[in-house]
């Protein structure tokens, strides 16, 4: 089952592959595409090419990233649910991101990164999280979309990941798919339940779903045609589905929910399309986008601010824990 031992990655007889390439590097190279063709898992301590090595831990990593940035958002109204019920479903909902960000941190480790390295790739700017956490969760419906919208695009982009090429990757994503989908479900009751309310919860609920649509859209990345590392990442079938398909799987699958739940998508280009049997719809803005994943939106500076912030007042936790491990392990040896 899933590891969180350290593997760094070598060659199948423990040689690093060096430039320029080897006929052997060429061998493994044509070994490993094949073993990909057949839709076998690559495991940490195979060989693989770097390119290869280097987009995971790109994409885990800042995956791991918007886990755990993706706590703040939500984490502001922890003290501000109106029941009890819903605090406690919220609390559960907001340690479930940490633990995936934990996951996904040891999954990126597998291929020889250390968490610290990418604690400060997050905190230096140079790695990038999910342009929706840069949104401000300014009322209480905002908690109900962003459990149906957000935590419904990540589903819909993240169940492709559990097929996904690196074993330690895709297995730690059967285990967050599950929970990614209570945590969809638990948005779309919240907001059942304000539709069925007073006039202004209704309206809070439609403002929230305004504000979130189109930064949802946004999550599943730019066009196929000008998404950089799509053509890699589906060659070395990390990638199962192209960021349009899985957006516009995402736009079919949400369009009859809302029907359901009495709110209209913020889209007056939102039509069925009966030859191409899928709902078409408007242009996605991506200089918003763009500016956004390059440090410019609402929140950006906020959230990483908070983040270091957090990082450093946990800094004696971290402490303590290594100081009972090497405890633990002196009493280990003396009793051995
Ligand atoms: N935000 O060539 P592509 C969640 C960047 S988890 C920011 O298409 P790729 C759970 C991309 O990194 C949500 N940057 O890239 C939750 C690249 O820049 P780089 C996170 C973005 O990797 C719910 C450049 O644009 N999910 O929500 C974004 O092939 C509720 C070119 O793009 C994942 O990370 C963006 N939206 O495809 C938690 C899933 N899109 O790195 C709390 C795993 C693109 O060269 C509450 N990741 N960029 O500097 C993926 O599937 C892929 O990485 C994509 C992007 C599809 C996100």
């Known amino acids: 089952m899933y590891t969180q031992a350290i593997d760094i990655p070598q060659g199948p007889k423990d040689e690093v592959p060096r430039r320029p390439r080897s006929l052997r590097e060429d061998e493994y190279e044509a070994e490993f595409d094949a073993r990909v063709g057949r839709g076998e898992f690559v495991e940490p301590k ?178 196929d045609s000008d998404s950089t590392h799509s053509g890699d990442s589906s060659r070395w079938g990390i990638k199962r589905i192209s960021n349009d398909e899985l957006r516009q799987k995402f736009v079919d699958a949400t369009v009859p929910q809302a029907k359901v739940l009495g709110v209209q998508l913020p889209d007056p280009e939102l039509k069925w399309n009966e030859a191409r049997g899928h709902w078409d719809f408007g242009p996605i803005d991506w200089q918003e986008f763009w500016n956004v994943v390059g440090g410019h939106g609402q929140c950006n500076r906020d959230r990483l601010a908070d983040r270091v912030k957090a990082w450093a007042d946990g800094a004696w936790v971290r402490e303590a824990a290594l100081a009972h491990a090497d405890k633990q392990r002196h009493r280990d040896q003396l009793a051995a």
């Open 46 to 223: 195979d060989w693989m090419p770097e390119a290869y090595r280097r987009t995971l831990v790109r994409q885990i990593s800042q995956h791991a990233h918007s886990e755990i940035v993706g706590m703040l958002p939500e984490g502001n109204w922890i003290t501000r649910a109106p029941t009890l019920k819903r605090k406690a479903i919220l609390l559960a909902k907001v340690q479930d991101e940490g633990g995936h960000g934990m996951y996904l941190y040891a999954a990126a480790e597998t291929l020889g990164v250390s968490r610290d390295e990418m604690i400060e790739a997050l905190h230096s700017g140079k790695a990038k999280y999910s342009s929706i956490f840069n949104y401000p969760t300014l009322a209480w419906a905002d908690i109900g979309v962003i459990g149906w919208l957000v935590d419904g695009a990540a589903i819909m982009n993240q169940i492709p990941l559990c097929r996904c090429s690196y074993g330690p990757y895709a297995r730690a994503m059967i285990r967050i798919c599950k929970e990614e989908s209570f945590h969809q479900r638990q948005g779309y009751d919240l907001l059942l339940t304000m539709m069925k309310g007073t006039a202004e919860q209704r309206e809070m609920v439609q403002d929230a779903v305004d504000r979130w649509w189109w930064p949802s859209l946004m999550m599943f990345g730019p066009h």
